[in-house]
Each structure stands twice: as structure tokens, then as C-alpha cells.
């Protein structure tokens, strides 16, 4: 059965420590993605991967930063973490080919809470 | 601009009875295609169907179906025989050409959040 599993279900954090988001998948995918959701505004699209150590900025990566060292873990990183960064996050993974009928499998999600 | 609207936060249908949830996509682009997840109370997003842009047929997946009108740009999920296990949120997802270039990444829309009456 296909996997992607992330390392926390919920995590409380203080404003400005530094807080890491792991995921990890099972299926030898090549694209690997986080996403944050919130009520009313969906999932929106933080950094993505398409590969060993390369990533690409989403449509918010502002105060977050990721690390790919192996190809099955994708870990978002908070530098510094803010209230406003309280979100779910999710983490979700597809084969290489970018188009068409290419399902995303998605991880249970983070519930982050900074204080 | 890519955009994907669901104008429904939240509906009610009663057991047994088919429901349908709204989807409209805004794309400049011809090739497109189009998925709707459930997210129940646990978080994780479960895919249920995918509608591509030049497929002529509506899509199927058992109790799923996905009204497809290309013209008005709507993508509207249909679910035959609600149970009560369809309780969840549901959310509409485009991927076209601008995603392509961002890693096949999707757009969601709002989400709307169904709950099925006994």
C-alpha cells in the first residue's frame, strides 16, 4: 500500500524557534510538495521538488525553506517561527511526469500551533 | 489567472440521496485536467476522480461522477446513495500548463464541507 507519512500529527511551537516538518514517502516518487492549508483559502503550494537536493519556491514560501537529501524525505523548515505560521500542513508526493492524469498521494498532515 | 471556486462552505444531504458540489476552474489553457479529493476528520486528502480537458466522457469512479461542461467551466461532483462515511470536506484541484511548469503542482479551491444526515 503506497505511503506518505509526516512526522508529527500535532506540534505546539514558541514563536521563534526553529521548527522541521518531515515527510517521507515509499513510493520512489520524483515530485514531492508541501502544502498549507487553511479554512476558507484551501491548500496553497509552499516549495516543491522535483528531485534529489533541487526544490523550487510554491506560491508562498516566504519564512519557510526545505531540504531534499534523499529521494524519499522532503522536510520543510521554519526558521523562524511566527503565530501567523499557524496552519496544517501537508505533505504529498507524484511520479515525475508533470501532467495529465498524474495523482498526488498525500501524508495525514501536520496540525502546527506557535504560541 | 489559474483559479478554482467553490462557492459552497458547507451542505447537508440526507442518507441515500444523491448530492452534487460545485466547481468552477478559470485556465487560459486547452490542456487541463481536473481532480476532486475528500479530506475526512482524520486530514488525510483521498483522491476519488480526475476529468481531463479533452476527454469526451463524464467521469466515473463507483458513487462518483464528475458532471463535466467545458463551455460554462464547471466540474461539479456528483455522489449517488450518500452514507454517512461521506462526511468530509471536499475540494476541487486543477492542474494545466502554468502548473506544469511548477512541478505538476495542483490549485484548490475552498473546500466545501459535506455532511450526510441519517
Known amino acids: 500500500d503506497v505511503k506518505v507519512t509526516q512526522s508529527s500529527r500535532y506540534l505546539v511551537k514558541r514563536t521563534g524557534e526553529k521548527v522541521f516538518l518531515e515527510c517521507v514517502q515509499d513510493m520512489d516518487h520524483e515530485n514531492m510538495f508541501w502544502y498549507r492549508q487553511d479554512p476558507g483559502l484551501g491548500l496553497r503550494l509552499i516549495y516543491f521538488s522535483y528531485d534529489v537536493k533541487m526544490k523550487e519556491k510554491g506560491d508562498i514560501p516566504e519564512g519557510y525553506s526545505v531540504s531534499r537529501e534523499k529521494k524519499e524525505r522532503f522536510s520543510l523548515i521554519l526558521e523562524s517561527a511566527s503565530t501567523n505560521q499557524t496552519s496544517m500542513y501537508l505533505c504529498?508526493?507524484?511520479?515525475?511526469?508533470?501532467?495529465?492524469?498524474?495523482?498526488?498521494?498525500f501524508g495525514p498532515g501536520t496540525r502546527l500551533t506557535v504560541l | 489567472a489559474q483559479k478554482i471556486t467553490q462557492t459552497q462552505p458547507g451542505m447537508f444531504v440526507q442518507e441515500k440521496e444523491a448530492v452534487t458540489l460545485d466547481c468552477t476552474y478559470d485556465t487560459s489553457d486547452q490542456s487541463y485536467g481536473l481532480f476532486w479529493y475528500k479530506q475526512p476528520s482524520s486530514g488525510e486528502m483521498i483522491f476519488l476522480i480526475y476529468?481531463?480537458?479533452?476527454?469526451?466522457q463524464n467521469a466515473t469512479e463507483g458513487r462518483y461522477s464528475l458532471n463535466f461542461q467545458k463551455a460554462r467551466k464547471s466540474a461539479n461532483l456528483v455522489i449517488s446513495a450518500s452514507q454517512l462515511g461521506d462526511s468530509a470536506m471536499y475540494f476541487c484541484?486543477?492542474?494545466?500548463?502554468?502548473?506544469?511548469?511548477?512541478?505538476?503542482?495542483?490549485?484548490f479551491g475552498q473546500g466545501t464541507e459535506l455532511s450526510v444526515k441519517p
Open positions: 484541484a486543477m492542474r494545466d500548463g502554468v502548473s506544469y511548469n511548477q512541478g505538476g503542482k495542483l490549485i
Open positions: 476529468q481531463g480537458s479533452y476527454d469526451e
Open positions: 504529498a508526493s507524484s511520479r515525475g511526469y508533470r501532467g495529465g492524469y498524474n495523482e498526488q498521494f
